[in-house]
Nanobody
């Protein structure tokens, strides 16, 4: 089991930016698909964005053009740059890692972080 640790959440005004970071707590073997999901108050966990081991990226329609996922320099680390934030982006953001052939569903990921809170005020 790979433990993932997220950082970078916080409170920001609408229109502002935040950058989240995710890294494994220990050594990993191989390169995973990496993703960000989020869960807002009273909502189910939803897909935000993913980057495959080969570098392909996927985005939810609600964040296209505003959010960017990228890999860090260390193996299986990933950033989420969030710009033009909206109050509806308020959620706990979870990092996930997996090896499935698909990349946009929670079932594609075996390893999860504890989440980091993002709050966007209007």
């Amino acid at each position: 089991q790979v433990q993932l640790v997220e950082s970078g959440g916080g409170l920001v005004q609408a229109g502002g930016s935040l950058r989240l970071f995710c890294a494994p707590a220990g050594r990993t073997v191989g390169t995973f698909n990496m993703a960000w999901f989020r869960q807002g108050p009273g909502k189910e966990r939803e897909f935000v964005t993913a980057i495959t081991w080969g570098g392909n990226t996927y985005y939810a329609e609600s964040v296209k053009g505003r959010f960017t996922i990228s890999r860090g320099s260390a193996r299986n680390t990933v950033y989420l740059q969030m710009n033009s934030l909206k109050p509806e982006d308020t959620a706990v953001y979870y990092c996930a890692a997996g090896s499935s052939s698909s990349a946009t569903m929670t079932s594609d990921y075996l390893h999860w972080g504890q989440g980091t809170q993002v709050a966007v005020s209007s």
